[in-house]
């Protein structure tokens, strides 16, 4: 099949043809149906012609005449003329022919004056020449005679005047949203649309990814916590020791160390035969080894070594952030009042603080909690890139570098619903939490 | 405050009196005081063109000169020696009477192509003398850090780097600043219920913006267009005319709608501006910014000004919730509505009484903000996205690390200057908090 069917039907497939949403603004020049034009190149020059004239019809002739001019010189074919012409070798010919096609391409794809003025000569110059190129003659002066007219045209006024365009239901966020009813079912119904990549779904794709992406951040963010909570404590209630002190410049350098640096640190120090080839350098699991039959423990078994750096790189910057927060909750709590009373009728030290005072000092941790489902779905990319791991990071950021806009845009709608539901989480634990919120 | 001395208190000398008892904090602040002397003379600093040479009887000085300059030397009968362009010529291998070399001879982009591959700083480092003979490098003309793997100093990449990182933190939290304050300002100082205007003239504003929008963007897209593809500067004057059209067209509509006398439509109904700018800020928010910015990175032209923009744009939201905190608060105080009875207008008080009065924590705010800007432009070098590939920046080097983990001098430098930077900006901000507004005390 030829390749501008083939595209012109994948275009319909994934409702490219369609225009963008329910309605656009644009002024009077333009037309509303410049959405079905397929190349993008011929979509921006003709954008620009009628920004530049201010009058569609007549761009819409001289672009009419520009392609049928290319399928006439599409017609022509070197060996036939060079079989009827015997004065002139294969290649003048062949190279004239090229140079002609080019130039008509030149044309579809400018909008300077000076550019198409330049093609305009070479093209006359090529058909002055060859008398081969005659059958182009008349559609070429037509083009010129519209190009002339485009120029002449007084209908810039029109570029001033807003239109509003009205599409109706037939668009494509309209299409992604409740899908056509046949074979897409639109986001409403789970279905996030075909990748452009490699035509898979996106929720497949997802699902195969997001694992890894989830435990990493889950482990991690659990590790971060189960450090931070005992760290901020200790700080709190050792506060202005030395220990205190120590803890809170390692706490403050660790905070500011970029990820990037300190995964890439990691790698050069312990997966780096220079140094000490403890690690594996990438990946996750070694594809040589690795057995898809093998049970959960020999998977997590057989993972654990390509992991522990990734998990440290995931969980050192939430730590030191989780434990300068909590060591500043606590000691905002231990200086209230009602813990000078509890320790005035005579509780131990060790039940005023685990029981009364770090119940109240969760509050501010517990935002961050909600951080970690959009993460999950985001995914660390940068972790992920230094580490390539193939989670969701390597796959948004892949997604990203190829223009595989159905991807992205599911990202954004998930880990947008995902930052939603994590507020609401923390909310709720709120609740939990302290009694005195409520959200009645 | 009663315990102090009243007449001689400002809030000024008190917060910087409370910042310089944090050493440490003080000890950043002249880091990086020195950080912005290094950037603003990173030129001179490391530089593959001499300070100054004195090169058969002329006086040259080549690294203050401009790149495309050509100096022609004539032989002392007048006839034309040689021409020295300056973008090109290897000065290394000139015959000087007397030169003083930038403290590392080395331009940042530069390739030194006798040292490729990786040369380590305490490697065998070779150089190509006066009489075109290859030796060990002079210990002047030693690459001190390092180079990468297409010969380029890593010291000179780092010196410029530091013009970089400021830059960035600068440009994009001042973009994001302008936006956060102005939008906090607005919607913690009216809130939902304190902006009055006849319904005519709320809808012509609307009116008014929506021709603004189409005028000033839709109809000049493409001067914006090629202003910004000519130069950053033409750009930004474009964009200043387009703002000028959506200011003048809002200006417009909101007069025409005086000319409309109908009693109904006269009537006063609230604008909930706050509402506007909160959902905005969730709406935002609720994106993961590192993924847009490296999503809008990856649609438009790679230029590191378009990089500050797009980091300016994306982190207002901080700024913007602190500023509409505050200005909450004082909107109640007695001295802002000493301001409305003796009848200032909203602009008045706002800008010269309140927002003075809410600047300490956005202060604050910005400095993270700062940092935060810093660490992900260097995140989007060291991914290879964003910047140019022919500017170096410290994220860049440490992504030429990544590849080649061998070359630990990649990896370190760099990474210790991200980092160090970062933490500078991090310890003023804490100490400016700690400072500024004691409540807040760690």
């Keep these: ?440 | 405050m009663s315990t102090q001395n009243t007449e001689n208190f400002s809030f000024k000398k008190y917060a910087w009196n409370q910042f310089k008892k944090d050493k440490i904090a003080l000890v950043c602040l002249y880091l990086l005081f020195s950080l912005v002397v290094l950037a603003v003379l990173a030129p001179y600093i490391a530089n593959e063109r001499p300070l100054y040479a004195d090169y058969k009887g002329y006086k040259l000085y080549p690294a203050f000169a401009s790149e495309s300059r050509t100096d022609s030397i004539f032989k002392s009968d007048g006839k034309l020696d040689e021409i020295l362009q300056y973008d090109i010529t290897d000065w290394r291998t000139l015959d000087f009477n007397k030169v003083v070399w930038a403290p590392i001879p080395y331009s940042p982009s530069t390739m030194d192509r006798y040292n490729r591959d990786y040369v380590s700083p305490s490697g065998k480092q070779r150089f190509k003398n006066k009489n075109g003979e290859i030796t060990d490098a002079p210990s002047k003309f030693r690459h001190k850090l390092g180079t990468d793997g297409i010969g380029r100093d890593l010291a000179a990449g780092l010196i410029h780097g530091t013009r970089i990182s400021l830059m960035v933190g600068l440009v994009s939290m001042g973009i994001a600043s302008l936006i956060g304050i102005f939008l906090g300002a607005l919607a913690g100082f009216f809130g939902d219920n304190k902006l009055k205007m006849p319904r005519i003239k709320y809808y012509f504003t609307l009116i008014g913006l929506f021709f603004g929008l189409f005028y000033g963007f839709g109809h000049r897209k493409y001067a914006l267009a090629d202003g910004f593809s000519n130069s950053i500067m033409s750009g930004m004057i474009e964009l200043m005319l387009s703002i000028l059209v959506l200011v003048l067209a809002i200006v417009l509509f909101r007069f025409l709608s005086k000319l409309i006398k109908v009693d109904k439509l006269q009537e006063e109904t609230f604008v909930p501006i706050d509402t506007f700018v909160s959902r905005g800020i969730e709406l935002l928010n609720s994106i993961p910014r590192l993924l847009l910015i490296i999503t809008i990175t990856a649609v438009v032209e790679r230029s590191i000004w378009i990089v500050m923009i797009i980091i300016g744009i994306t982190g207002w939201t901080g700024i913007a919730r602190f500023t509409r905190a505050e200005l909450l608060r004082i909107r109640s105080l007695e001295f802002v509505q000493a301001a409305e009875s003796l009848g200032y207008s909203a602009k008045r008080t706002i800008f010269k009484h309140a927002l003075p009065n809410a600047l300490a924590p956005v202060f604050i705010s910005i400095a993270f903000g700062i940092a935060s800007a810093i660490l992900i432009e260097s995140g989007l070098s060291f991914l290879g996205i964003g910047v140019p590939d022919d500017i170096v920046t410290w994220g860049s080097l440490l992504n030429l690390g990544r590849q080649n983990l061998e070359a630990w001098w990649l990896i370190i430098y760099p990474g210790m200057a991200i980092f160090i930077t970062i933490t500078i900006y991090n310890m003023i901000a804490e100490a400016s908090r700690d400072a500024l507004d004691p409540r807040l005390k760690s």
């Design chain 1, 1 to 440: 099949m030829h390749p501008k069917k083939i595209k012109a039907e994948l275009r319909k497939k994934l409702g490219l043809d369609l225009p963008i949403f329910y309605f656009s603004v644009s002024n009077l020049s333009t037309s509303d149906t410049l959405y079905r034009i397929q190349d993008k190149y011929h979509k921006a020059t003709l954008e620009h012609l009628t920004h530049k004239s201010g009058n569609w019809s007549k761009v819409s002739d001289y672009y009419k005449e520009l392609l049928s001019l290319q399928k006439v010189h599409m017609k022509l074919n070197s060996k036939d003329i060079f079989e009827s012409q015997t004065e002139l070798e294969l290649n003048t010919i062949n190279e004239a022919v090229n140079q002609v096609g080019f130039e008509i391409n030149n044309l579809l794809e400018t909008s300077e004056g000076e550019l198409i003025d330049l093609s305009f000569s070479k093209i006359d110059d090529k058909l002055s020449n060859y008398s081969f190129l005659s059958s182009l003659n008349s559609s070429f002066e037509n083009v010129k005679k519209y190009k002339n007219e485009i120029n002449i045209s007084e209908d810039k006024w029109r570029t001033y005047v807003p239109k509003i365009n009205w599409y109706g239901s037939k668009n494509q966020y309209h299409l992604w949203l409740f899908g056509n009813g046949k074979d897409r079912k639109g986001l409403l119904r789970g279905d996030f649309g075909i990748s452009y990549i490699d035509s898979q779904p996106i929720s497949t794709k997802i699902w195969q990814k997001i694992g890894i992406s989830f435990s990493l951040s889950l482990i991690s963010i659990l590790l971060a916590y189960l450090i931070s909570i005992p760290i901020g404590i200790y700080s709190a209630h050792k506060k202005d020791s030395a220990v205190d002190k120590g803890f809170s410049l390692v706490l403050f350098i660790l905070y500011s160390m970029p990820s990037f640096f300190v995964g890439t640190l990691l790698l050069l120090q312990f997966a780096n035969p220079d140094n000490l080839a403890w690690f594996p350098v990438s990946g996750i699991q070694d594809p040589t080894l690795f057995d898809p039959e093998w049970s959960f423990w020999t998977k997590i078994k057989h993972r654990m070594p390509f992991l522990i750096l990734p998990i440290i790189t995931y969980t050192y910057g939430s730590f030191a952030f989780l434990s300068r927060i909590m060591r500043v909750g606590m000691i905002d709590v231990v200086s209230q009042d009602y813990i000078r009373t509890a320790r005035a009728k005579g509780l131990g030290e060790k039940k005023v603080i685990l029981k009364h005072a770090l119940r109240n000092s969760l509050l501010p941790i517990i935002t961050v909690f909600a951080a970690i489902f959009p993460m999950a779905i985001g995914g660390s990319i940068i972790i992920e890139v230094i580490f390539s791991i193939p989670g969701m990071g390597v796959e948004v950021y892949n997604s990203i570098l190829n223009y595989d806009y159905p991807m992205i845009i599911t990202v954004f709608t998930i880990s947008g619903f995902l930052t939603m539901l994590g507020y609401l989480v923390a909310d709720i634990l709120y609740a939990v939490v302290d009694p005195r919120i409520s959200y009645k």
